[in-house]
């Protein structure tokens, strides 16, 4: 079946520093790929998707790229800020638009 | 962008009672809505899609007595955990999916449940 596996927290960064949480899925088919942001005490927010292999989704600097040959959607960030500090979530959908999420990883920026 | 909202968004209830969680799209219809479970530190876990007009698919190791799902309109559906107890106690999210445009999921802010 469809999975999605995210890479294990907490990731600890310093304030401008380079941010890379990887995600690699299984899936049969072509799904589409999401990355969602989840604040303490709060829903999740989609902060990006990618519908397509090669596709490349972007958001408030963040930037994920469909990498079919790789099977990963990897998350980065050039330079992080305190309020990126958040949980996030990997997540694909298939043909029934039913999302398999990833185990989220927590990330926490120093100032 | 489309806006789903959950009420309430914290609830304290006694073992043994029932609670009632709405999910309503604001700006859109949803043929479908799906609740999901999130403990503490994990990710979340599907419990079941709601589809409206029609009876809830819940998934593998979830008891459709224990929370009914009712889906009685393209803007509402409600999870009600029945006769709760402490190990109920979670954060319920759910999400919308417009079947009008986009196919995309909207997800609901949450609903932090906890059973004393």
């Known amino acids: 079946g469809n999975s999605v596996t995210q890479m294990e927290g907490p990731v600890t960064l310093s304030e401008e520093a380079f941010l890379t949480i990887n995600c690699t899925y299984t899936?049969?088919?072509?799904?589409?790929l999401f990355w969602y942001v989840q604040y303490p005490g709060e829903g999740l927010q989609l902060l990006l998707k990618?519908?397509?292999?090669?596709d490349k989704g972007s958001n408030k600097g963040f930037e994920a790229t469909y990498r079919k040959e790789t099977t990963s959607f990897h998350l980065e960030k050039g330079s992080v800020q305190v309020s990126d500090s958040a949980v996030y979530f990997c997540a694909l959908s298939g043909g029934t638009y039913k999302y398999i999420f990833g185990t989220g990883t927590r990330l926490k920026v120093l100032a | 962008g489309a806006v789903v909202s959950q009420h309430p968004s914290r609830v304290i209830c006694k073992s043994g009672t029932s609670v009632k969680i709405e999910c309503r799209s604001l700006d859109f219809q949803a043929t479908t809505m799906f609740w999901y479970r999130q403990f503490p530190k994990k990710s979340l876990m599907l419990m079941a899609t709601s589809n409206e007009g029609s009876k809830a698919t819940y998934e593998q190791g979830v008891e459709k007595d224990k929370f009914l799902i009712n889906h009685a309109s393209l803007t509402l559906s409600t999870l009600t955990v029945t006769s709760a107890h402490p190990e109920d106690s979670s954060f319920y999210i759910c999400s919308a999916l417009d079947s009008g445009s986009s196919y995309e999921q909207y997800f609901g802010p949450g609903t932090r449940l906890t059973v004393t």
């Open positions: 899936a049969t088919g072509y799904p589409s």
């Open positions: 990618a519908t397509k292999a090669d």
